[in-house]
Structure formats: C-alpha cells, structure tokens
C-alpha cells in the first residue's frame, strides 16, 4: 500500500505551483486538471501536466493526475492526453464526482485500452475515486468493488456540502447550528465502511481555512481517529500537519510492535494464547490492531525505542 498521509493539491494550470510542488515533502501530489483549473485553461493545463510528469522529479511522490468528471466534455481527452503522455510516469488517476460504478468501469476500460496501445504494463495504472454527493455516498459500496485499480476512496467535503444542501460555507468546519456531535461522522464511517470492505485506503479531503494550522489539525485528528489513512493538503503550512496526525504517535508505535513480540514469544514459545502484558491482556485480536498501527509508524519511518523482554 501506498503511503498517503498527505495528499497536496496542485493546479495544473500553474507551472510554478507544479515545479515547486516537487520539493515539498507531501507523500502524494494530485496534478489537478478539475476545479481548481479554468476552464479555458484545461487545454493548456493538460500539456503542463504533461511535461511536469515527464521532465519533473518526483521521486518518493505517489504520482496523480485529478481528470474532469464525467458529466464534462473534457474527462476523455484528459484521460487520453495525460496517459499517453506520460502514462509511464503516473501512478494513478483520480475521478472526481464519482455517482455510480459503471463510470469506474468506463475509466478501466480505456485505461487498458491506452495500456495496450502504448506498450505499457496493463492494470499498473491505479484508480482514485471521489465521492461528492448523495448519490455517490449512497453507492459506495458498488463504486469501491468495481475495479482492481481502484486504490482510495476520497472524501470531496466541498461538493458534498454543497450537494445536500448543508448549511455552511466554511469547508470541513461544523455548520452553525449543530453543537452536537459531528455533522460529518456518518459520510466518514460510511465512506471507511466502503473502502474497508475492498481493502482500498481512504481519505479524507481538503481544509479551506489554510492559515489556520490548528483548525486543520483538529479537522485531520477527527479522520485519523476513526481509520483514515491520510487528508488533502492545499498549501506547504498543512503537510507536516497531516504526516504527523496521520502517523502513529511514537508511544503508540513502541507499544504495538511490544504488543507483536509479546505475542510471538507467548504463543510459539510458551504456546499460550491470552496472557498478560504488563497490566494488559492481549490475545489474536490485539495483535491484529496492534499490526495496524506497527505497519503505519514502519511506514511512517519510525525505529523503535523499547524492546521485549520476557
Ligand atoms: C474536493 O474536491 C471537494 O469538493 O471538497
Ligand atoms: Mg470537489
């Protein structure tokens, strides 16, 4: 699994923003040809994306390319332009406004067809979908099982605000109103429930308020808490947020990989399959949450600063 703990947006119609984007330490980049590119500039946006893929240095970058939905004119020429452009230097392509699987299908079949006419591995090429309105929420489940390249669900809170009418302007924050609880928790759980399903990650979209680091913070905690594996970031201030919140905290990582030797040590050497650890009791179940986050923090870069000792 990729990491995609940060998720930096990047206009591909400013071929500032996409030079210096390959600088910054998000662990993926999404070159943009949808909402954050005019359109009359999507033409152009294509060939800039183009050429930043190719002469560009991504290294250590999940590389993306964010197409226009399928409701446009423009998904099919973006799709053919940027694959057979620079198809070898692409590691997914994200659909936008995803409603139904059949528009999942329609991507993987011309996908496979641009593979097959460039030479190219078919089936490398990955998938990202967005989910931004009722419709797409409510068919989650279908759209998450409909393509072995389909790699992320990813939450569009912009739209989806927008498409069922909350009633606020401000992305991502709670709107006035509702003091209780979070007006978000259902779209999230169902959005992971989806993913989980499909052993696809999720991710959770972008925070607006950009000046505002703490507020991002809070907003990026909520998602990792439940199981997210990563949040947008829309300016360099937001990266370093997301990579930590969504690492595990060092205390965390230490403990689940003492959880795993324990257990080794408990189960092979004693034979024994509840036993204690410290205060604790752990069995077969802790070891697989303890899997979870060990896989994260090694993912994460973290070396350990405990050992077991029986
Ligand atoms: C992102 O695309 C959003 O709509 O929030
Ligand atoms: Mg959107």
Redesign the pocket.
């Known amino acids: 699994m990729r990491s995609r703990r940060s998720v930096l947006a990047v206009p591909g119609s400013n071929p500032r923003f996409l030079e210096k984007a390959q600088g910054l330490p998000a662990d993926e980049v999404f070159l943009d040809l949808?909402?954050a590119v005019a359109p009359l500039a999507k033409e152009e946006a294509r060939r800039n994306i183009v050429a930043a893929l190719r002469e560009g240095d991504w290294t250590g970058k999940t590389r993306v390319v964010r197409v226009n939905d399928l409701t446009t004119q423009w998904t099919y020429r973006d799709v053919i332009e940027i694959v057979e452009g620079a198809g070898d230097k692409l590691d997914c392509l994200m659909l936008?406004?995803v409603q139904d699987p059949t528009e999942i299908v329609w991507l993987d079949t011309l996908l496979t067809q641009i593979e097959k006419t460039m030479g190219f591995e078919v089936g490398r090429i990955g998938i990202e979908a967005?989910i931004?309105n009722a419709r797409g929420l409510v068919n989650a489940d279908s759209i998450a099982g409909s393509s072995k390249r389909l790699e992320t669900l990813v939450f569009?809170p912009?739209?989806f605000m927008a498409s069922i009418n909350m009633r606020t302007l401000v992305v991502g924050e709670q709107p006035p109103g509702y003091e209780e609880g979070d007006a978000y928790h259902y779209i999230l759980m169902r959005l992971l429930m989806a993913a989980r399903m499909h052993d696809l990650q999720v991710i959770d979209g972008p925070y607006l308020q950009i000046r505002d680091v703490d507020g991002y913070r809070r907003v990026a905690r909520r998602a990792a808490a439940l199981g997210f594996d990563g949040k947008w970031v829309l300016h360099p201030s937001q990266i370093e947020a997301a990579n930590e919140v969504f690492s595990p905290s060092q205390e965390d990582y230490d403990h689940a990989e003492l959880i795993l030797e324990a257990y080794e040590h408990y189960t092979t050497v004693e034979r024994r399959g509840a036993v204690m650890l410290g205060d604790e009791m752990i069995d077969e179940a802790s070891r697989k949450m303890a899997l979870v986050v060990a896989a994260k923090g090694r993912a994460a870069g973290l070396t350990r600063t405990t050992r077991f000792e029986p």
Request: glycine share 12%.
């Open positions: 949808e909402d936008p406004k967005q931004e569009g912009a739209d």
